[in-house]
């Protein structure tokens, strides 16, 4: 494999983030959101309570390293906002994923079913 391949297949900053900051990313990817609203959203994923010192803390690192935009819809809401730098982490990732899962053609056809599924 070349280098630009190995480049290309890896995932990036995302290899960086816990799976928790992901998916905040993978919520984010939908539409700009306030916190409560990625809050009730990963609730429902984890179908578990989602405490604020845990959202909280991870929504500001992900600030911090330029993947999510912070803005403030009013003295006490901010809303999030995936950058372009968080759109390509979560296009490395699902990319990593894709070229692990995707074996034969098999597998391709499954995953375009999925995708087509979605559009």
């Not at 429902?44 to 819809?73: A, C, F, I, M, T």
């Amino acid at each position: 494999m070349s280098e630009a391949q190995a480049i290309t297949s890896s995932p990036g900053i995302a290899r960086e983030l816990t799976a928790f900051q992901q998916n905040i990313l993978v919520i984010l990817s939908e539409e700009p959101r306030y916190g409560l609203a990625i809050k009730r959203e990963l609730e429902e994923y984890y179908d578990d309570e989602v405490n604020h010192g845990r959202l909280y803390p991870n929504l500001d690192d992900l600030v911090e390293l330029g993947l999510v935009e912070k803005s403030e819809l009013d003295k006490r809401t901010n809303q999030y906002a995936l950058t372009e730098e968080g759109k390509q982490a979560v296009l490395d990732q699902l990319s990593w994923v894709f070229g692990k899962f995707v074996t034969d053609e098999s597998r391709a056809e499954e995953l375009r079913d999925l995708v087509a599924a979605h559009e």
